[in-house]
Structure formats: C-alpha cells, structure tokens
C-alpha cells in the first residue's frame, strides 16, 4: 500500500500567527516612531512622561497577560484570538483620538497652537491631559496584545509536535522581529504625509483585515478536512496517553486553578525567565528611536534613521535559526526536550552581553551600538522563542495559554519597572549631569540600563535552572 503524503496545513497556521505578531509588534512601535518628532513637540512629553506611558502599558499589559490565558482556554483557540486582535486594533485606532479630546479639554484649536505654547503652566497641562489620554488608549491596546502570544502558543500546541514547537515558535515570534523592521520605514512616513493620528489608525486598520483571514483558515487539526490523516498522526506523533486526543475531554475536567498553577515550582521557573528578560526587549522596542534621536539628532524621518533601525532588527532577524538548535540537540544527543532547550538558553544568554559594549563604542560610530543591540535583540528572541516551548514540554495542553499568560504577566512587570526607571533616570541625568565611567547626562543613563540589559540574561537562566534543574512533567 502506498504511504499517504503528509499534507503541511500546519504551516499555514504558523504563517497566520506570524503576521498576528507582525502586526502586534507594528502597533506598538507606532507611538515610540512618533515620539521624538511629532508627539513630544506636541503634547511637551518629558522622558518621565513618555516612561510613565510605556511603564503603564507594560504594567497593564502584566495584568492583562494573567487573565487572556485563561480567557483563551475557555474560549478556545479561534475565538479567543479573534477577540483579542479586535481589542487592540481597537485601541490602535483610537489613539488618533487623543489630540482633539485635548485640544477641546486646553481650549486650544489645533495642534499647532499646542506646540507654539511658552506658558510652562498650560504646557504641564497639555503634557498631563494627554499623558492621560494616551495612557487609556494604550490600557485598551494592552487588553488585547495580551492575548497574542497566549492564542499564538496554543495553537502552536495543538498543530504541531514537540520536536518542532520551539521552530514554529520562533517562525511566529519572528513576526515580533518584522513588525520592528517594517516601522521604521512605513510609520515615520505616514505621519510625516498625513498626521501622527493617521498612522494609529492605518496601521491598526490592518488588524481588522487579519480577523477575515483567520475566520475561515483555523479549524482544530483533528476538525479541518485541510488536515490529512498522515499531518495529523505527525501532529500527534509524541503525545503521550495522558495527552492522546480521546483523553483532552478528561484532562479538561481537571482543570487547574489559577492560584493553584503557582505551586509548580517549573510555573516559577517561566515566570523568572519573563521577569528578568521581558523588559530588555521592551527597553530596546521603545527607547531605541529615542536613543538615536538624543545621541546623534537625528530624526524618524532621516533615512540614516530608518536605516540603523532597519540593521538592528534585520540582525535580531537571525534569531529564526535559535528555535532549530534545540531540535539538534534533541535529535543528535538524544537529550530531552526541555535539556536542548535550557542548554540552547544558556548559549543564547552569552550574547546579550554585546550590549555592554554598545555606549563605550558610540562615540566612533552610530553603527556599533545598532550592531551590537541588534545582537543583544536577536539573542533575546531565540531565547524567548525556547522559553515559550518549555511550558508546551512540561505542562498538558489545557494549561499552555494559561501558564503563558502568568508568564507574560510577569514580562510585563518587569517592563514597568524597567520603562518607568528608564523614564525617571534620563531625566534625571540629564537634569543633573550626572556623571559614571567617564559618561555624563543620558549618556551615563544608557551605560546603565545596557548594563542591565546585557546581564539579565545569564542571572535569569540561572535561577531558572534552580528552580527546575531536570525535565518533569506536570501530572494533573
């Protein structure tokens, strides 16, 4: 009899939740492309306040991550996704808002007259009023991405097995990588052309077209007539009998609580690699524009801008090839999954220490801060990529989007804290002209937060292996 071919449906999915991430990662680099130009001027934003934004978000975002994995088990894959890229595409769209309600609220009539303001009193105004504003609409944008990767890490669960679930993750967690590429070069122009509001509202428009998409392509494996008999005994080739389909509906009867998934110390272990490393890549999304703009002037709309932008995250681009290695190590020593995926680990958090050497290279040239945190960031997400792919080694299926969630909420904890420190220490030194290793200002701020960034991820993989030194599944 002849072997049935293998259908690769699969891949299909994989490349619907790649674009979902682009798109994330496109509308939350909108407000940080927009910043240094066109919203700072406008609104009199100090670093604190643009902090405080993106702290706030972050934090929100934290709070967000710790029900949306929940909310996706109890929706289900399709449902929840859907629910989720509306919501922020929602709030994408309505930070356009926040100009006009703040015109009206000052009793200013446009923009214009915002940014002529000398009163230091009106400007602190304007700065509050809108801080606000954009803190709203950026708390509904939140709500939604924190479903994203939650959704995304469950479908990955059902469609494919272990031995390729960190591969198709760091496919779709590559979209994160792309959106970051694509804005430099398409948000700066667009608010330049027609206004910062209209590219909130563009780039948000494109999650909309996403939901048509995604409701006719996903069905469950074992549900769409797309899906042969041979993929989907691949799909299933590695579970287990506690995780054979005809036991899914008894496993869905023992369903952890949240509170009851914090007694797994391997629960932990995710939660300490979000923490620790979750706030570095946040740190470089939103203050990289910045970065360029105060230590060498230039603007979103400089070509030279878009294109240091443009290398990092073409670098951060390698970290595609980070889901494969612990599928070598898998395959060729024959080591467990969640072993290749912790040794990948640790090899990937040598790398971010590249960072340490980003602000005393600045000085010679714009291009060794961009290459090395473009390293930094690739290291950052082949990491990411293998942290998301333990929770699917240790822990059933019905618990993937909810374990995902508690991990993002501490991502986004960490990030708070990193953002509004951020924030607070740039003006600070820049107020004070505080001086370290020779740096002084926000020169010296940068060589403090690189340091950080470059250190996490060693201190986190550490713990981590604490925590849970050997592969142990979970037993409901």
Known sequence: MNKQKMTNYRWVICAMLF??????????????????DFIRPEFHWTDSDYGNITGIFSLFYAIAMLVAGKFVDWMGTKRGFMWAIGVWSFGACIHALCGIITEGMVGLPNAEAMRLITNAELAA????????LFIVARCVLALGEAGNFPAANKAVAEYF????????????????TIGALIAPFCIPP???????????????????IWMGFWQFVYKRPEQNPAVNKAELAYILSDDTVEEAPSQIEEEAGKKVSLLGCFKYRQTWSF????????????????????????????SSTDPQFQWALGLLYLIVMISILGGYLPTLFIDKKKMDPYAGRMLSMLIFAFFPLAALAAQPLASLSMWYPVILIGIAGAAHQAWS???????????????????????????????????KSAGALFDYCGETGFQLLGYTGKEAGYMIMFTFCGLAYLIGWAIMKALVPRYKKIEL
């Open 385 to 419: 990529a293998n942290l998301f792919s333990t929770i699917g080694d240790m822990f059933p299926k019905t618990m993937i989007a909810t374990i995902t969630g508690i991990g993002g909420m501490a991502g986004g904890i960490g990030s708070f804290i990193i953002q």
């Open 125 to 132: 105004r304007i700065a509050l009023i809108s801080s606000y």
């Open 190 to 208: 667009l608010a330049a052309k027609w206004g910062w509001e209209a590219s909130f509202i563009i780039i948000g428009g494109l999650g909309f």
């Open 161 to 176: 097995p272990k031995r390729d679930r960190a591969f198709a993750t760091s496919i779709f967690n590559a979209g994160s």
């Open 19 to 36: 674009f979902a991430t682009t798109i994330n990662y496109l509308d939350r680099q909108v407000l940080s492309l927009t910043f240094e």
């Open 271 to 298: 939660i300490v690699g979000k923490f620790m490393t979750d706030g570095v890549w946040w740190f470089f999304l939103f203050w990289m524009p910045s970065y360029l703009k105060t230590t060498y002037g230039l």
